[in-house]
């Protein structure tokens, strides 16, 4: 089992920046990707960004592209998710997942086994 804890989100105007932060615990060892997903109210959850624990190769989604920066810290065992320049459109709830396997299908929620309760992200314009 792996326990995903995310924090840092909160009501910030639009322009403003926001860093969040994915605290993994448990059998962390199984899981080499590490992902962002958002949903918005009424809409699908969407891919925000991915990484691998162990090579650090990124794969951010073109709509937070430049904007967006996914990072890790494998010391602490933390996913950390830089949003700068945001915009009404990124309001959402933010969820951090872990998975087993780093590769193509990193984008999609079916590549996790563990989700974290998320976190809500406001941006006011």
């Known amino acids: 089992q792996v326990q995903l804890v995310e924090s840092g989100g909160g009501l910030v105007q639009a322009g403003g920046s926001l860093r969040l932060s994915c605290a993994a615990s448990g059998r962390t060892f199984n899981s080499n990707a590490m992902g962002w997903f958002r949903q918005a109210p009424g809409k699908e959850r969407e891919f925000v960004a991915a990484?691998?624990?162990?090579?650090?190769?990124?794969y951010v989604a073109n709509s937070v592209k430049g904007r967006f920066t996914i990072s890790r810290d494998n010391a602490k065992n933390t996913m950390y998710l830089q949003m700068n320049s945001l915009k009404p459109e990124d309001t959402a709830v933010y969820y951090c997942a872990a998975g087993p396997v780093w590769g193509p299908g990193v984008a999609g929620p079916d590549a996790y086994d563990y989700w974290g309760q998320g976190t809500q992200v406001i941006v006011s314009s």
């Open positions: 990484i691998s624990w162990s090579s650090g190769n990124a």
